[in-house]
């Protein structure tokens, strides 16, 4: 394998929500995704990239800033980033870049909010329709106007994606970012998808019935149980009123992950066209192909849907990386990389300077299959939102590739948008700890805080936790005082 000789084009996939236990290579058992597999089979899949706040706009902004949630100020879906702070795609279009951005944008609107450091841009409004949806594009001064665009709304980002690239300069190096809707919540398929996993039984997770003991009360809280904390829309027709819980999660869990499914072809089949395209313009040997999604997904783990807890299949991101000239075909990694790291590895295949506020590392080493000796064996995780939307608390913890420490502080902080929407329980717990042996327990169903085989566990955890705040620049919950 040779040194890349030139500055690598760069092509960003990200969608919402797609949890890496939904993608072919992955492992899947509930669906195919031949298109997302031809990144993973033709480069490498990495099998432990976490978000360190797993909530759609603060991991976006992680992913462009490559800085933590208390520094770049993103802590919560009410927190909007502020435009002027340094971005890979700013910095990368300083440096020569062309830069676009087609999709979802979700980091707030209006001139301190929208899209900066893009030769061309065009995104939804908040989370955006499936259908026939509403652009935002840019006015040329600073602002956006609306328009909406009949179509599918994967078909016409990937459009407009296309269209950009046929339009570009060839003599410049690109780096555009493809950002799906899809298959983020309510799950609405297209008319080629929607017979789809028809007449079929999608296999159920192991955890589907998931009863919470022998966790922190936070779990059983959450609500967010498939079937049980279900709309109409989500279901696409009225719930039974009459089922037990069990029944309950089992009937919804087929519809739900059926559409689920559904929209996540069509980020297949768009992630397809976008590759056949890098192949027919003989642009697949110097482009770096990305596909990653904000967040993971519980998909019926646990008895849930949506994400924001520190447990797995929320914190783990699917993220598949293909550069002929960097990355051996077939190729996996099981370090830790975290979305903070993404600007620093752009920038570092760039040859472009990161700024020193960026915390993320380079990973380019893990790309080569060599593990720098000194490489992140821990990682930080903060979710700051406190019952709002799905009552889930808030909570800060570690993972290493043997544990996980979680503590639930159950207070928003003072953070912006905290304030419980009706319906919700309020979280009046005292604060606790939860730690998993994830070797022995891979699905986080048993809390061993208490266990005193695991007590020197705890405690070497625990400051390694506060020792991990202070060199990010977080703060303690005033109640962890240990
Ligand atoms: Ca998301």
Redesign the pocket.
Known sequence: MTQAKKQPNILFIMS??HAAHAIGCYGSRINQTPHLDRIGGGGMRFDNCFCTNS??TP?RAAILTGTYNHINGVTTLATMMDNRLSTFPKLLQGAGYQTALFGKWHLGEGPRHNPTGFDEWAVLPGQGFYHNPTFIFPDGAGGGVKRTVPGYTTDLIADMCLDWLDRRDPAKPFCLLCHHKAP?RPWYPDEKHAGLFLNEEVPEPDTLQDDYRNRAQAAAAAAMRVGVHMNATDLKCELPDDMHEADLRRWAYQRYIKDYLRVVQSVDDNVGRLLDYLDAQGLAEDTLVVYT???GFFLGDHGWYD?RFMYEESLRMPLLMRYPQAIAPGSTNDDLVLNVDFPALFLDLAGVAAPTEMQGRSFRPLLAGSTPPDWRETMYYRYWMNAEHHNVAAHYGIRTQKHKLIYYYYDGCGQPGTAPPAGCIPLDFEPEWELFDLERDPHELKNVVRDPAYAGVFRELRDELHRLQAELGDTRHPSDVS
């Open positions: 919402d929500d909530i759609c991991s983020h999604s904000d967040q994400k």
